[in-house]
């Protein structure tokens, strides 16, 4: 399946907006995946920690919120400076 | 969602300047939280890299007078041996060429091969769909200011393909007939964004309890419009008039690359 390579995706688009907006480590990150997005939500937080290793997320939680549309949106994170 | 972005389209009713600002303004909303935390709110769509690189296929495509169909089934309804059987005939005035899409092997590529079809084969290893950047790597070897039409069978799989865009012109959803008459419903995205529907094997229908009438008032329940074709690569019912049915939608009397993302931003 798909879900590892779209986490490494979210990870590696995380890492750069963190970067950008001088954070040194993510904490929690939201997304939002629809019914129909095609992406199946347990295997997405089943491989979420191996793609979030080595990483400025690599404790990060995870939130995922529902909808029943095709979205896959990166909502939000929570960052922190130390 | 919006086809062109893979943003949410709430988000483009927001946005007063969406070609300027889009989602990628240089500083993102924060909200500062206890403990030196802060919130960055990045609302923006994950899918939107393929999208951008499909979009990019697509300008392409046009500029060089390609068009491109995108094939989806699930494993076994049988794209490659319809792929084998009606383009060997469509090739006698089109130049065209197949990109197929699976996890491992080239035995695709090789039956088309086979049955005179210029066919190149993408292998996705780990992965279930293609996507807009394998596309356009196979492209890039394949020479295409020499073609009219590009067929792309993408990997068997009803579910993640259907998400992919590749830049396409138009999408062909293929349902054989051992389905059953339910799958249109339990695959919405594949059937209802689908410019042409293919119910294949009709050769076996005798031999099954299919009701078709419950077939095509699913298929019409998520896709009112599109074309529904009853062929067979066995018995050959249904393949002249698939035939044509590609050549109309190729002579462009219909430009589903615009409508059908219009559609899609409501
Ligand atoms: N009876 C019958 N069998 C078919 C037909 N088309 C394909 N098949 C068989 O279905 C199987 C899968 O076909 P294939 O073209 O490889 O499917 P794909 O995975 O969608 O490319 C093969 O064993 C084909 O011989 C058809 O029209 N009638
Ligand atoms: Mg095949
Ligand atoms: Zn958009
Ligand atoms: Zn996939």
């Known amino acids: ?82 | 969602m919006c086809r062109d972005c893979g943003c949410s389209t709430v988000k483009h009713r927001l946005l007063s300047d969406f070609n300027t600002s889009h989602h990628h303004g240089p500083s993102l909303p924060t909200l500062t939280l206890p403990n030196n935390k802060r919130r960055i709110s990045v609302e923006e769509s994950l899918f939107e890299k393929n999208q951008n690189l499909a979009r990019k296929n697509r300008q392409w495509f046009k500029s060089q007078k390609l068009v491109v169909f995108n094939v989806m089934s699930s494993p076994g309804a049988g794209k490659t041996t319809l792929l084998c059987k009606l383009l060997p005939k469509l090739a006698l005035d089109h130049r065209l060429a197949v990109v197929v899409g699976d996890q491992e092997t080239s035995i695709d590529a090789d039956r088309l091969k086979t049955a005179g079809v210029v066919a190149f084969q993408i292998n996705t290893h780990s992965a279930c769909h293609l996507d807009a950047k394998r596309v356009m790597d196979a492209v890039g070897q394949l020479g295409l200011d020499q073609l009219d039409w590009l067929v792309i069978e993408n990997v068997g799989n009803r579910v993640c393909p259907a998400v992919f865009d590749l830049g396409e012109n138009f999408r062909i959803a293929i349902l054989s007939t051992t389905e059953g008459e339910e799958k249109p419903l339990k695959y919405p995205v594949l059937f209802s964004e689908a410019d042409l529907i293919i119910i294949s094997k009709s050769d076996l229908l005798p031999h099954l309890d299919l009701n078709q009438t419950t077939l095509l008032a699913n298929l019409r329940k998520m896709n009112p419009n599109a074309p529904i074709i009853t062929c067979s690569s066995k018995s050959g019912e249904g393949l002249e008039q698939l035939a044509d049915e590609l050549r109309y939608l190729a002579s462009g009397k219909e430009t589903p690359d615009v409508s059908r993302y219009a559609n899609t931003h409501t």
């Open chain 1, 1 to 82: 399946m798909h879900e590892l390579s779209l986490a490494m995706d979210l990870i590696e688009r995380a890492e750069e907006i963190a970067r950008r907006e001088n954070a040194k480590r993510v904490r929690q990150i939201e997304v939002e995946i629809g019914d129909l997005s095609g992406i199946d939500r347990e295997s997405f937080a089943f491989v979420f920690p191996e793609a979030a290793s080595n990483s400025l997320l690599s404790e990060a939680l995870l939130v995922i919120r529902t909808s029943s549309g095709r979205e896959f949106q990166f909502v939000s994170m929570e960052v922190d400076d130390v």
